[in-house]
């Protein structure tokens, strides 16, 4: 089965479901500036658990963050994990460029 994502703009999250289902199979919810996306929270209801919806929501979060030059700011625990296992979107992340120091 197909895991379709969609940005739902209006809840601040992307919402996966599977094809030709209506049911909301799982959500990552973010933060969006100008100029970058803090990913806060992802989850996946527990009986489409295993079956690639967290990786789906990932994915298609970050290729859309990508296409819009938005930097990521991975805050949720999966989101900073998935893209620690998945080096092609590692240069997507949000560096620090403060100085400041105590």
């Given at each position: 089965?197909?895991?379709?994502v969609?940005d739902?703009p209006?809840?601040k999250?992307?919402?996966?479901?599977?094809?030709?289902?209506?049911?909301?199979a799982?959500?990552a919810q973010?933060?969006?500036?100008?100029?970058?996306?803090?990913?806060?929270?992802t989850?996946?209801?527990?009986?489409?658990e295993?079956?690639?919806?967290g990786?789906?929501?990932?994915?298609?979060?970050?290729?859309?963050?990508?296409?819009?030059?938005?930097?990521?700011?991975?805050t949720c625990p999966?989101?900073?994990?998935?893209?620690?296992?998945?080096?092609?979107?590692?240069?997507?992340v949000?560096?620090?460029?403060?100085?400041?120091s105590?």
């Amino acid at each position: 089965m197909v895991v379709n994502v969609k940005d739902a703009p209006e809840a601040k999250q992307y919402e996966a479901r599977f094809e030709g289902e209506s049911k909301v199979a799982g959500i990552a919810q973010y933060i969006r500036t100008t100029e970058l996306i803090a990913f806060v929270h992802t989850e996946v209801l527990s009986e489409y658990e295993g079956r690639g919806v967290g990786a789906a929501l990932a994915r298609t979060g970050l290729d859309e963050a990508r296409a819009a030059g938005l930097l990521v700011l991975p805050t949720c625990p999966f989101f900073a994990g998935w893209i620690a296992r998945h080096p092609e979107y590692q240069d997507l992340v949000y560096q620090s460029r403060s100085r400041v120091s105590d």
